[in-house]
């Protein structure tokens, strides 16, 4: 399967079980995860990856990311694991 099988290039989301996933969640997913492990991520601007992370959660969920993949941060894996 290839990138255009899931999504044309002139379709930007997909629906499943009622999640609308924008084309680019999981690449924006994979930027905040390696801006986490930046230590000078502070303050507001660590907050808001880790809330961009949270709301994108449902999306990466419905496609079955954490089903086949493993998150590697400890740190991460935890914020992950402990919300629903």
């Known amino acids: 399967m290839r990138a255009q099988d899931i999504l044309p290039d002139d379709v930007n989301e997909v629906h499943i079980n009622g999640t609308t996933i924008r084309k680019g969640t999981v690449g ?22 880790l809330s ?9 969920r419905a496609l079955g990311l954490f089903n086949v ?16």
């Open 69 to 84: 993949l493993e998150i590697r941060n400890p740190q991460l894996r935890a914020f992950v694991e402990a919300r629903p």
């Open 28 to 49: 924006a997913f994979l930027a905040n995860a390696a801006a986490l492990d930046d230590p000078a991520l502070m303050g507001q601007d660590r907050l808001a990856v």
């Open 52 to 60: 961009a992370i949270e709301a994108a959660l449902p999306a990466l």
